[in-house]
């Protein structure tokens, strides 16, 4: 009698220990969920009109992931480009272009419009 009651306090924890790591399975799921992309990362638009950025002077914040949708609206083609953020994509005249940039240290960085280099001049402030 007093054997068999060993066994079966025995069991109990036993029981417990399958549960918790039950629990722990559904925490451990639930964290390697990855976060959504609206989280980690923000999406600015550029607009080109008459060979003009348009905005031409961007605050963004460091550390962040950047999704630049570039629309050039004007029928010539444009080449965006910036080498202080390392990028250049030619984009044909009124059609669009996303550009990704890794998380911004904090600066100024230029860019511009390389066939308009005259009036195609924009800057990011990263802070
Ligand atoms: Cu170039």
């Known amino acids: 009698m007093n054997f068999r009651l060993a066994g079966r306090t025995a069991a109990f924890p036993r029981s417990l220990v399958f549960v918790s790591a039950a629990a722990l399975g559904l925490v451990v799921a639930y964290q390697s969920v990855p976060p959504a992309n609206a989280s980690d990362e923000m999406e600015i638009e550029i607009s080109i009109k008459d ?11 460091v550390g962040k992931r950047v999704k630049i949708s570039v629309k050039n609206l004007d029928p010539s083609a444009e080449e965006f480009e910036s080498k202080d953020l390392g990028f250049e994509k030619v984009i044909a005249g009124n059609s669009d272009a996303i550009i990704r940039l890794k998380p911004l240290e904090a600066g100024t960085y230029i860019f511009y419009g390389e066939y308009h280099m005259d009036t195609a001049l924009g800057h990011i402030v990263a802070e």
């Open 51 to 61: 060979h003009k950025f348009e905005p031409s002077a961007l605050k963004l914040p």
